[in-house]
C-alpha cells in the first residue's frame, strides 16, 4: 500500500514551470520535517549561515513578519528543495575515572554522519544517510578487516506527501526513521553529550526497514511505522513485524513558545527466540528564547536480550543561555527494572558557540551507575564510572532550492 502511495505521487504532482515552489527544510537526521520556526532539529538553534550558488540558509520557515499566534505550521511542511546536504560531526576527548584497574583516555569520533536529500518533483524524494560507527564493541580490540571505523547506511528512504484538503499524507518506505527517536530528537540539543534515553539504555532503533504513514490535521500529527524491529544490526530473523504509533499535538505554538506532547505504543518482537519487545510512554518539549528541554517517560516489556525483563525509563534534558554565545545544558536517564536493579546516566556541560550554533565547543561531565537486573545488559556502559569530556560538535546544512 504505501509502495503504492508513493508512486501515486510521483506521476500525480506536477511540477511548477520554472522553480518549485518554496518550502522550508527537511532535517536530514531525523528524515522528518523539523517543528517550529527556523530550528534546526540537530541543535535546537537556527542553523548556520550557508554558502554557494542558490542556497537557502534559513532552513526553518520563511520570515513573514508576522508573529505566529495560531497553529498554522505547527508542523514543518514536506521540503520540495532540489538537494539537501547535512554533515554531523561530533569529537570527543575523553578521560574516564573507574572504580577499579586503570582510568583509560581516549580520542573518539563519536558521531560521523553525511545525509542528502533529493526532491523529484513535488511531493515526491528520496533521501540516503550514511554514518561512520566503531567496527569493534566499546572496549574491542577487534575489528572489521582491521578497521577501527566502517560506514553503514542508517537511512534510505522514498518518501511521497500530498494535501487532502487540511490533511497532510506523508509516507515513506525504506530504511525509515523510527517514528519515536525522530520526534524525540526533533529539538534535543544536547546530542552531543548523549543519545535520548529510549536510545542509549532501552537500545531503541533510531531507523529500520519499515514502511511509515503520517497524517497532520493543525495542531495534531499521528504516525504508525511497520518494520522489522531489528534496526541497523540484523536483517528480519522471524517471521513478526514491529508496529509502532505516535501521536503529537502542540498545543501552544506561537513566535516565541512552542510546546509539543506525544503519545506512543509499540509491539513486536526480536531475534528468533520473539524476544518481546513492547513499549508505551509519552514526551513533552518546551522551546522559548530563554530555556528550552523535554522529557520522556515509557514503559518497557522486554529488554535487550531478556523478554521478561520490565521496567521504567525517565528521561529529562535542559538548555539555557548564560551569557554571550555561551550556554548551560544537563540531562539524565534512568531505567528501573520491576526485579530491582537500577542503570542510570546523568550529567552536565557548559560550551560556547564558536561559529554560530553549527559550531559548538563544550566541557562536560558523564556520570554511569548500574546495579541488580541492570548490570548484565549486553553492550551498556560501564557498571560505575564517571567520564570528563571535550566535545567539539559540527552540524552543517546546506539546501540547493
Same mark, same amino acid.
Given at each position: ?123 515526491? +524524494? ?251 545488559? +549486553? ?23
Amino acid at each position: 500500500m504505501i509502495a503504492l502511495f508513493l508512486f501515486y505521487f510521483s506521476i500525480a504532482q506536477v511540477p511548477d514551470a520554472g522553480q518549485p515552489a518554496p518550502g522550508p527544510s527537511v532535517t536530514s537526521d531525523t528524515g522528518q520535517p523539523a517543528p517550529g520556526r527556523s530550528v534546526s532539529s540537530d541543535t535546537g538553534q537556527p542553523p548556520p549561515a550557508a554558502t554557494g550558488p542558490s542556497v537557502r540558509s534559513d532552513i526553518g520557515q520563511p520570515d513573514t513578519g508576522q508573529p505566529d499566534t495560531g497553529h498554522a505550521g505547527a508542523f514543518e511542511p514536506f521540503s520540495n528543495a532540489r538537494l539537501t546536504v547535512e554533515l554531523e560531526l561530533y569529537a570527543q576527548g575523553r578521560w574516564t575515572a573507574v572504580k577499579t584497574g586503570d582510568d583509560p583516555t581516549e580520542l573518539r569520533l563519536d558521531r560521523g554522519e553525511l545525509g542528502a536529500r533529493v526532491g523529484w518533483v513535488q511531493g515526491a +524524494a528520496a533521501e540516503l544517510r550514511v554514518e561512520a560507527i566503531r567496527s569493534a564493541a566499546d572496549g574491542g580490540a577487534l575489528g572489521i578487516d582491521g578497521d577501527t571505523t566502517v560506514i553503514r547506511v542508517k537511512r534510505a528512504q522514498l518518501l511521497g506527501s500530498h494535501e487532502l484538503g487540511p490533511v497532510t499524507m506523508d509516507g515513506a518506505i525504506g530504511f525509515v526513521p523510527d517514528p519515536w527517536i525522530a520526534m524525540l530528537e526533533n529539538g534535543y540539543s544536547v546530542k552531543p553529550l548523549s543519545r535520548t534515553g529510549s536510545e542509549r539504555l532501552l537500545g531503541w532503533p533510531t531507523s529500520d526497514l519499515a514502511a511509515q504513514v503520517r497524517a497532520a490535521y493543525g495542531p495534531v500529527r499521528v504516525s504508525a511505522s511497520i518494520g522489522n524491529g531489528e534496526g541497523l544490526a540484523f536483517p528480519e530473523r522471524n517471521t513478526g513485524k514491529t508496529t509502532t504509533a505516535v501521536a503529537e499535538v502542540v498545543p501552544v505554538h506561537t513566535a516565541d513558545v512552542r510546546v509539543a506532547l506525544a503519545a506512543m505504543g509499540r509491539d513486536g518482537s526480536l531475534g528468533p527466540a520473539l524476544v518481546r519487545d513492547r513499549r508505551a510512554g509519552g514526551a513533552a518539549t518546551v522551546m522559548t528564547p530563554y530555556v528550552r528541554g523535554g522529557g520522556e517517560v515509557v514503559r518497557a516489556w522486554g529488554i535487550g536480550d531478556v523478554g521478561a525483563a520490565q521496567g521504567w525509563l525517565m528521561s529529562g534534558w535542559a538548555e539555557a543561555p548564560i551569557a554571550a554565545r555561551m550556554f548551560a545544558a544537563a540531562r539524565g536517564s534512568t531505567l528501573g527494572f520491576d526485579g530491582g536493579g537500577r542503570s542510570s546516566t546523568f550529567g552536565g556541560a557548559v560550551g560556547v558557540n564558536a561559529a554560530g550554533p553549527g559550531l559548538r565547543l563544550w566541557l562536560a561531565v558523564d556520570r554511569v551507575t548500574t546495579s541488580g537486573d541492570a548490570m548484565p545488559i +549486553a553492550g551498556g556502559d560501564a557498571g560505575d564510572a564517571t567520564t570528563v569530556l571535550v566535545i567539539a560538535s559540527a552540524i552543517a546544512p546546506y539546501v540547493f532550492e
